[in-house]
């Protein structure tokens, strides 16, 4: 480990062209060092699934960030519904503790980690496959089954053609070290838009993928809205199969999460913003009955819901968010639009106040993806 680092060093002074592309490299070894773990179970489950074991049908995929976001906890996936689930995306190799990894390969989940990679070093063909190496080492090292990733707002001509080596190079790499492996990539909802088409050549990047993953939330109109528009959504699927990419290589990523708007000026659940912020499903729920359990509303132009409230003189409040009725019919519609699957941000936002209201919100949650789910093992 010591030399493998030396010679990333040697390698960076001589080739690199940025202070924060030596830090990647070097945390990125060390990282590789640092989580080789021990399995507690069977070995065989410690190990990537082998081709065939995997689980076929409605592919759906869940984010798995831990503790990093909506007051969720490292161990949230102990309330996961693993029968419904095919991939799972833990944000960080730290997360895929040997407990995490009998449980999805005792269930045929795939497992993946994201690959971050500095778009400064798109056309940089050493750094690419210097990283390539790393990460599909990292992949081999966890037994996990593949990578994922998540370079956004990646606008810049001049890097388009070395994204997509990128992902070519990598999905090469890791079908050649763990057969059955997958790739993924977290895209924008629409992959027509000039702004994203113009750094993202999709239908190249997507002949190198397994599967392609539309974020579809976080389309606030500019004032408050709803996160994840339904019409907007099936637009986005409906651009995906124009390039002709494959739908059943396309899951699309829903949000367990919502957004909380201060208004300016206005009490509407369409209001000048003052400022926002995310919360969990789980924070959502636990806020409406903090605040005397305002009536919710169900907007059907958009399948989402929201709720009104404000406390003492502050600003007038507005909470759009997704729940499982909404998602329900998101995720069906999704599927008979031909979608290869659903996903969503993230598995681990259904945290509330107490353990069993944690629970009785993910079981909740679970229950509308069950319920639009076909998964069998091959």
Request: hydrophobic share 40%; proline share 6%.
């Amino acid at each position: 480990p010591s030399q493998n680092i030396s010679l990333l060093l040697e390698f960076c002074c001589a080739t690199m062209t940025s202070l924060f592309f030596l830090r990647f490299l070097v945390t990125t070894s060390l990282f590789i060092v640092a989580n080789t773990s021990n399995c507690t179970c069977a070995p065989s489950l410690c190990q990537p699934l082998k081709p065939g074991q995997a689980k076929n049908g409605t592919q759906v995929l869940a984010f798995h960030p831990g503790s990093k976001i909506y007051n969720g906890s490292d161990t949230e996936w102990e309330n996961w519904d693993w029968s419904a689930v095919s991939i799972a995306v833990p944000w960080g190799a730290a997360l895929v503790t040997p407990e995490f990894l009998c449980k999805a390969h005792e269930n045929s989940v795939r497992v993946l980690i994201p690959f971050p990679f500095p778009q400064s070093q798109l056309n940089n063909a050493t750094a690419r496959k210097m990283l390539i190496d790393q990460y599909v080492q990292l992949t081999v090292q966890l037994g996990i089954d593949g990578l994922n990733f998540d370079i956004e707002k990646q606008y810049n001509t001049s890097l388009k053609q070395g994204l997509t080596q990128l992902v070519c190079e990598t999905q090469a790499a890791l079908h050649s070290a763990i057969p059955g492996a997958i790739l993924t990539f977290d895209l924008a909802i629409y992959p027509a838009s000039p702004r994203t088409a113009a750094g993202y050549d999709y239908p190249a990047i997507a002949k190198c993928l397994d599967f392609v993953v539309p974020m579809a939330y976080d389309m606030i109109e500019t004032y408050s809205s709803a996160n994840s528009p339904l019409s907007h959504t099936l637009a986005g699927l409906k651009q995906y199969e124009e390039l002709k990419i494959p739908l059943s290589k396309v899951i699309v990523a829903l949000p367990w999460y919502g957004y909380d708007f201060a208004c300016q000026g206005s009490s509407s659940p369409k209001c000048p913003v003052l400022n926002k912020k995310q919360l969990g499903y789980g924070q959502v729920l636990d806020l409406h009955a903090t605040v005397g359990s305002p009536t919710i509303v169900m907007d059907n132009k958009t399948m989402s819901k929201y709720f009104m409230y404000q406390q003492g003189q502050d600003s007038p409040r507005v909470i759009w968010f997704d729940d499982p009725e909404t998602l329900d019919t998101k995720y069906s519609s999704l599927l008979s639009n031909g979608a290869g699957g659903f996903g969503f941000w993230t598995a681990g936002a259904t945290h509330r106040n107490t353990p069993e209201d944690t629970a009785s919100a993910a079981a909740a949650m679970w229950k509308a993806v069950k319920s639009n789910t076909v998964v069998n093992q091959l």
